[in-house]
């Protein structure tokens, strides 16, 4: 083993102690290069529209696929997944639903201000690192990425699973100048399940490993400026913001483990309020419960069409 080959062992398990340290649960590393094989997923799964009005997906193709045009010089992207699990669930199995990763305050701020203080780190310990850190705002494949790195792999309802924790986890990026040793692949354990197939109400996962984002519910939810398709009456499951079936039915997520994150815990009201409460939120209650929230994206009146598209 060379001695730059050593430096970049030592620097990774450095990297990989320090995220640790931060909270996360795990720390992959891939060379930062070109993803050849996404680049004709991708580009299919754009020209079948399955992005629906996500215009911004099909915005910097070419920054999607090769980090070092995001950040000149970058050796390393550095994927890292953080827990948000819960087993708290909102009290009346009549109201309106919200996706688990709403419940507390907007992931992106709270993960990105960790991950700087990671970077930060990373440079008192080993002097001028170079870098940018990503949390799902910006033209970067989180997913392949994290799969690439053996953080874990991509399931068939395509998010990201692991067999120690499921997939309840916020996936982030920090793509640095830093000389690290490289982590591999792991391989597929979804087998023959179909759970998540079989459970989609919408039929979003159109084949194994295939989403038609333009059909699932959390698109409908967030995403989705006009109104929702008629169509689709009838089988949101409830469904007000996001969704998590897909999750919920995967067999792996019987191992995850309740978070200890203070920043995710639901603000007291949310999980209390009724049915009628919720399809009665006013704006004041809005900006109450979902201060700092992910929910914001949607807005109020965004919210409220949600609410009314599950009442007709």
Same mark, same amino acid.
């Given at each position: 083993?060379? =001695?730059?080959?050593?430096? +970049? ?5 450095? /990297?990989? =102690? $320090? ?22 997923? $991708? ?9 629906? *009005? ?7 193709? &070419? ?6 045009? /995001? ?10 997944? @953080?827990?948000?699990?819960?087993? =708290? ?5 009549? %109201?309106?639903?919200?996706?688990? @990763? ?14 700087? &203080?990671?970077?930060? &780190?990373?440079?008192?310990? /080993? ?10 705002? %910006?033209?970067? $494949? ?15 309802? =395509? ?5 120690? *924790? ?32 079989? %459970? ?18 959390? @698109?409908?939810?967030?995403? /989705? ?45 949310? $999980?209390?309020? #009724? ?6 939120? #006013? ?14 994206? +949607?807005?109020? *009146? ?11």
């Amino acid at each position: 083993m060379t =001695s730059q080959d050593l430096q +970049a062992e030592k620097n990774s398990q450095i /990297l990989k =102690s $320090l995220a640790q340290k931060h909270g996360f649960l795990h720390c992959g590393i891939s060379q930062a290069g070109f993803l050849e094989e996404e680049a004709p997923r $991708l580009e299919r799964w754009l020209n079948m529209n399955m992005h629906g *009005e996500m215009g911004y997906m099909a915005n910097h193709f &070419d920054k999607r696929l090769d980090p070092t045009l /995001l950040v000149p010089g970058a050796k390393a992207v550095v994927s890292l997944i @953080y827990n948000y699990f819960t087993t =708290s669930k909102q009290h009346d199995p009549t %109201a309106p639903k919200i996706s688990t @990763y709403a419940y507390g305050k907007d992931y992106h701020h709270v993960i990105k201000r960790k991950m700087k &203080d990671l970077l930060d &780190d990373l440079q008192d310990e /080993l002097g001028q690192v170079e870098g940018r850190v990503f949390v799902d705002s %910006a033209p970067v $494949l989180d997913k392949a990425w994290a799969a690439k790195s053996g953080v874990g792999w991509i399931g068939k309802h =395509s998010n990201l699973l692991r067999k120690q *924790e499921g997939s309840f986890f916020f996936i982030s990026e920090l793509i640095i100048d830093l000389e690290l040793k490289e982590d591999g692949p792991v391989t597929d354990h979804c087998g023959s399940c179909t759970a998540c197939i079989d %459970a989609c109400p919408t039929g979003a996962i159109i084949q194994p490993y295939v989403v038609d984002g333009s059909k699932c519910i959390s @698109y409908f939810t967030i995403e /989705l400026k006009d109104a929702i398709p008629v169509e689709y009456k009838g089988k949101m499951e409830n469904w007000m913001f996001g969704c998590d079936i897909c999750q919920e039915v995967c067999p792996w997520n019987r191992f995850a483990k309740e978070h200890n994150e203070p920043a995710f815990m639901p603000h007291e009201s949310l $999980l209390e309020m #009724t049915s009628q409460e919720w399809n009665e939120i #006013t704006r004041d209650v809005f900006n109450e419960v979902f201060r700092g929230s992910a929910v914001k994206r +949607a807005g109020y *009146e965004g919210l409220k069409e949600s609410i009314r598209f599950l009442n007709d």
